[in-house]
């Protein structure tokens, strides 16, 4: 509404960057940068103060060692994929089970990861991811035959 004022502190977070909301409009997703939890929070948008880490993403060690999540995009199907800027990795999270795995690596700080939009055939097909990072350049990630975002 033109004229609205922002609503500071809606949802509580320590730290967030990426953020993106859920197919259905229930839920927005947010991920925290520069804490060792690396988590990812599923937060109900009619009840911000509802909100449930659904996956922590740090690296082992000790101390652990955060990825630095930034950007998020969560696919038409409701899966979650990160970039890990310090790390350089874009990460594929499923919301439900709070499964994940790296799905590319050894990119220059990654700092964000989008579905393309079109259809088979167009420039951008939604089959494809497409991250970039502070190096300028954008890779085009493709899914093993059989295997959709």
């Known amino acids: 509404k033109q004229g609205a004022r922002p609503q500071y502190s809606w ?18 997703y947010a991920d925290e940068t520069f804490t060792y939890g690396s988590k990812v929070w599923r937060i109900t948008i009619a009840h911000p103060e ?13 101390p652990p060692i955060f990825k630095g999540l930034d950007d998020l995009d969560v696919a038409s199907s409701g899966i979650i ?8 990795e874009v ?10 795995c790296v799905i590319a690596s050894k990119m220059h700080n ?12 167009t420039a951008f097909p939604a089959s494809r991811l497409y991250a970039t990072g502070v190096d300028r350049r954008i890779v085009e990630i493709t899914p093993p035959a059989g295997v959709s975002p």
Do not use: W
């Not at 990460?91 to 994940?100: A, E, H, N, W």
């Not at 990654?110 to 055939?121: L, P």
């Open 50 to 62: 509802q909100r449930v880490a659904i996956a922590t993403l740090t690296l082992t060690g000790t």
């Open 81 to 88: 994929y990160l970039a890990a800027n310090l790390v350089g």
């Open 110 to 121: 990654t700092s964000a990861v989008k579905q393309g939009i079109g259809g088979a055939g």
């Open 91 to 100: 990460i594929r999270l499923d919301p439900t089970t709070g499964k994940s």
């Open 11 to 28: 949802a509580k977070q320590n730290d967030s960057n990426g953020m993106d909301i859920d197919p259905t409009g229930t839920y927005v």
